[in-house]
């Protein structure tokens, strides 16, 4: 059975994450039942990260095994096809070996999370941005973001929920940029990178750091909060529409 390694595009607001569930919508189960309609049966595919309710994604990827040997470009147009009217887009496809896996063949994962600092109602963008009140100091975010590289325990960082074996990761990008806005309004993307992350770990990052950003927090508190390893040591959560699995890494990419 060939199998096949999907980039998946999609927009999280209608469903509640990734991963199939029962009696709610899931990205994972639309795909799957596109597939169905490519080859009747059963289908299951595995993607390189679970995103939650709300969260959008730009790369995800995934792997599924087919019958037919499809052409990568066939296949992708058959699926966009059927997953539509689906907020949801194979934009890349590659057959892959057997032995190729979409989360443990993968070396890296990046986030994207935008946050927008306007008064007014977002039109265009509502569901897609964290929208804050205040203005914040990007620089402050930076040198806060700046204490939680390299290889720590997030226990902080870490859901309540997270079923993750061990708190302690490397974090290799905190990266704060500001981003010029037709409308003048501040807005700012925090592209994060590492091998692996804890359950709402990226968020919890966001969260803390625009407490930093707005004044109420000092970088010196991120890494007290750190070293506390401590759930209730940790800023906010932001809110998940802010939030975008960006790009998933392998040694070699499949879609190159």
Not at 114 to 125: D, I, Q, W, Y
Not at 151 to 174: E, N, W, Y
Not at 212 to 233: F, H, I, Q, S
């Amino acid at each position: 059975m060939p199998r096949y390694a999907l980039k998946i595009e999609y927009d999280g607001a209608p469903f509640s994450g990734w991963q199939r569930q029962s009696h709610v919508p899931s990205v994972q189960q639309a795909v799957e039942e596109a597939l169905s309609r490519l080859e009747p049966g059963d289908h299951r595919i595995a993607a390189a990260g679970r995103t939650d309710a709300g969260v959008h994604g730009l790369g995800q990827v995934a792997h599924c095994d087919l019958r037919k040997d499809w052409t990568p470009f066939r296949l992708s147009e058959a699926l966009n096809y059927h997953l539509k009217p689906a907020p949801v887009a194979i934009v890349a496809c590659a057959q892959v070996p057997d032995d190729w896996h979409a989360r443990f063949s993968a070396i890296e994962r990046r986030y994207l999370f935008r946050l927008v600092c306007r008064r007014a109602p977002l039109v265009h963008e509502a569901g897609k941005v964290w929208q804050v009140s205040q203005e914040l100091d990007g620089a402050a975010m930076q040198a806060a973001a700046d204490r939680l590289l390299g290889q720590h325990d997030f226990t902080t960082f870490r859901s309540s929920i997270c079923q993750a074996q061990s708190p302690v990761k490397t974090l290799d990008a905190l990266r704060v940029e500001q981003v010029p806005r037709h409308d003048g309004a501040l807005a700012f993307h925090f592209h994060v990178r590492a091998r692996s992350f804890l359950h709402n770990q990226v968020r919890s990052f966001i969260g803390t750091l625009e407490r930093v950003g707005a004044g109420a927090w000092t970088p010196d508190d991120v890494t007290a909060a750190l070293e506390a390893k401590d759930r209730a040591a940790c800023g906010p959560v932001s809110p998940p529409h802010g939030l975008y699995l960006a790009a998933v890494g392998y040694p070699d990419d499949p879609f190159a």
